[in-house]
């Protein structure tokens, strides 16, 4: 059976044109497709289009259930594709390492030469030859046979003491050494190379720094997507880096008034020079002239010109030195020298540059754009001897003219020395401090780069179309209509405003969601380590997040912001939805989760420092967070982080995440291999880690350890009420004998919902369904109802509102209008922060009273607000039709 996909632009219009390809992810329902062979692209005229496939996941029945799509540059790209099953006229796909590809006659192709020394890859329009070792990224990049750009390297600098007091400061050079190089895909619509490795001194032994750097290329391609992560393993208390960035050789040939410098500054706005610049003089070399320097055209023969000028050109000076400087999200600065040693000449500033810049001359030019410039700021862009033989273009994603960066802890413990002295701090300022534990060796930072490879130079308005795609890069997506229809991620449904009390509900996630979006903006949550991420809680009084106070300040995906994010775009399709997931998906992903030393694998509870907390844990770095990211868009970085933690049930054995108030050592035996995992959030994360990694792998120790642990907890007499059991490190399974009960409200938002919903549907298991219904049942049930069925009421009832989804999920699967009206009633009793008028509804506070005009709503936490839309979107999918008895498309 065809089985036919239609595939649109994120931000509904095409791009301009194409200039790196695309590529998206999508899923089918189970069962429909074989394999990712079967898959065909055509646009919207119904043409084929070269496409690369690959598996991303398969169903528990082996057929595919996501796969990544690849397309290639293109001038004019299709307004919509469509991807089916059915070949029809298209030959036969042609398999090739990394994805399969639908061939289509003509059509350029991506293609990979290995030798010992070195990898070179040709999009057909450019080539790239990358060397396996040693300290550049690339050797050469060329275009049309020229070379536009050379030796691409990595350098930073580290910064020792910061000069406070009597204290001195050296500053060190460190260049990036490349000390493996895999090629992950190779064509023939999309080639994927990374390289590994590490900073190494220019002048002693020391190395830091761990990097991954991928290059992404297209068939057709002139430009190259970069994707940089490094990992910070300094020492925080005496290491201070000074600069990071990425350093390309630019050779130049032309005369110096047949150089050009574009930079980018904000709305759209460039700076247009060229290196010898020849209008504005007091004589004037001829209109023709002017507008070709201006154009970045090839100027005339000197013999045009007017004399007046010709013969004094070595009397007008050529600017060697440019530096755009942003160092914060509200205003850049841009300023030339002639020469090192020479002042400083301003040119102008302004607010929020794109974050590209170009040089170039009659032979070709090499351009780069930085994703999220000023929102990751403190960046740096530099063009260094730009009259000379040889040009340097830096990017600098930490510009060495910032302060350099500090992450010592921001405390010196307050005298926090035992567990109950910590408890008493966590009664007071709910930050979980512990000495030694707010270290940030092992968290991480992801930049994304395009490289651009210039026949010329450009037009104007082409840079402009670059850089717009270099800062927001074009991106397919499916409708949520058929990612609905596809039957993953769980229980959600598309937006329906179809009745009053549906469209009332809608309203109110839509303004959840600006109201972020407009604090994300208006409190500057912007910067290396923080964009992405947003505030715990509000402090009315202050009329400011409470940035400043241990547990309530960053809020590191504290009750799943994440999953609400994520399922907002799923059921709407929004673009700025999209991108605000995205943003937190790469700070959660990153920055919050550890990715090496003693800590690898778990994610940091909230704090005044993304790393500050003592609570490391897995509800903080659960790949239920990161997967939906992943699956759409066959993010490799992505799939890294999740590849990370397949062994995180290890981490149980070095960090007992109880081991502050655990009652009872006997449920925590790591001498024996014997560990007490929570069945909520504990075991969530690991079962998330498990499922994804079986649905991408196959692998059969994680698809044993999510069935086993299923069995053992149906099997247990409480099931999900237990709270925690014993679990055999080796095994993989929990000892099924614990006869206990404890009930956290906290077990069941941190993933726990969506994950055992997709369980259930995914591996039937009948002992398994019963103990999370059972669950889902009795959490809101009365206390008489919970006594009768379990001998006890159930103690740690919180969180109605959040809820009353597990009651939905009970009625929807039980068909029982009684809980659906429970389920509904809970929602409109709980959630005492945003059930009433007043916390949809937005004041004004003005200056003096705050720094600048901002929006206030009342009693506002992102705990609240990240569980208030699970509740509905859940709820509405599950029992909308109970929903003020209206009748609806769920009932």
Known sequence: MTQHAQITWLDDEPPAGLSSGTTWGMPFPRGTVRGPEELAVFDATGEAVNAQTWPLATWPDGS??????????????????????????????????????????????????????????????????????????????????????????????????????????????????????????????????????????????????PF?????????????????????????????????????????????????????????????????????????????IRQAQIAGEPTPPLSEWSPLVSERLHLIPSWNDYTLTQLSADGFELRKRTAPGRGWVGISGGTRSSGFCSLSDLRGGFGIGVRDFWQSHPGQ????????????????????????????????????????EQLEGLEITYEDYEPGFGNPTGIARTHELTLFAYQATPSTESLAADALSASTPPLLQPSPQYLHAAGVFGDWSPVDRST???????????????????????????????????????????????????????????????????????????????????????????????????????????????????????????????????????????GDLLTELVDSDQNFLGLDPVRKVRPDADTYRPDRGALGVGLGTDWSSLAATWLTDWERTGNPRSRDRLLGTMADIGALKYGFLTGEALYDLDQGRFDAGREAISVSHLSAVFGLVEICSELISLVPDASFEKAWLQYCRLFLASPEEQAA??????????????????????????????????????????????????????????????????????????????QFGLAVIQNLALVGGALHGEEGPAS
């Open 500 to 638: 009053p009390a549906r469209a009332e509900l809608e309203d109110k996630l839509d303004f959840l969601f600006d109201f972020y979006q407009g604090q994300t903006e208006q409190r500057h949550w912007y910067g290396f380590w923080n964009y992405g991420d947003v505030m715990h809680t509000y402090d009315s009084d202050r009329h400011v997040w409470r940035y400043d106070v241990g547990g309530y300040a960053w809020d590191n995906s504290e009750l799943s912001p994440d999953l609400w994010l994520w399922y907002t775009y799923l059921r709407s399709g929004r673009a700025d939805v999209f991108r605000f997931a995205e943003a937190m998906t790469r700070h959660t992903g990153e920055v919050d989760v550890y990715h090496l030393g003693p800590w690898r694998g778990l994610g940091s509870r909230h704090n005044v420092q993304h790393w500050g907390c003592s609570a490391k844990q897995l509800r903080i770095s659960t790949p239920a967070y990161r997967r939906f990211y992943y699956y759409l868009t066959a993010d490799e970085r992505t």
């Open 789 to 866: 069925e379990v001998g006890q009421p159930l103690a740690g009832i919180y969180l109605t509102q959040a809820h009353s989804r597990l009651t939905a999920y009970a009625a929807a699967r039980l068909g029982s209008p009684d809980l659906a009206e429970l389920a509904w009633e809970s929602f409109a009793q709980g959630g005492e922060n945003l059930n009433h008028a007043e916390a949809f509804t937005l004041k004004k506070i003005l200056p003096p009273h705050v720094l600048q005009p901002v929006d206030e709503a009342p009693t506002v936490s992102t705990n609240d607000t990240a």
């Open 212 to 288: 991954t750097v991928r290059f992404y290329f297209y068939a057709g391609a002139r430009s190259i997507r970069m994707m940089h992560s490094f990992i910070w393993d300094g020492e925080a208390d005496k290491d201070f880096l000074a600069g990071l960035g990425v350093q390309f050789s630019v050779p130049l040939e032309s005369e110096m008034h047949d150089r050009h410098v574009r930079i980018a500054g904000a709305d759209g706005g460039f700076l247009v020079e060229a290196v010898r610049g020849l209008t504005g003089l007091r004589r004037d070399p001829g209109e023709p």
């Open 381 to 420: 862009l530099d063009i260094r001897g730009a009259a000379t033989s040889e040009a340097t273009m830096t990017a600098w994603l930490y510009s060495p003219e910032a302060q350099p960066m500090d992450l010592r802890f921001y405390h010196d413990g307050l005298g926090q020395d035992t567990f109950e």
């Open 64 to 209: 595919l259930k996501w796969a990544g799509v690849a397309v290639g540059a293109s001038d004019k790209p299709s307004a919509a594709y469509r991807v089916t099953t059915d070949n029809g006229t298209v030959h036969p796909p042609e398999e090739h390492d990394g994805g399969r590809a639908a061939a289509v006659e003509h059509s350029p192709e991506v293609t990979v030469t290995e030798t010992d020394e070195a990898v070179t890859v040709s999009t057909g329009t450019l080539e790239m030859v990358l060397p396996r070792s040693g300290p550049t990224l690339f050797s050469t990049l060329t275009r049309e046979g020229s070379v536009v750009a050379k030796d691409g390297r990595l350098v930073s600098l580290l910064q020792t003491g910061l000069g406070e007091g009597a204290g001195s400061t050296t500053r060190e050079g460190f260049t990036g050494q490349v000390t493996s190089l895999t090629v992950e895909q190779r064509g023939p619509v999309r080639a994927v190379v990374r390289l590994e490795g590490r900073h190494r001194a220019d002048r002693s032994e020391r190395e830091w720094l």
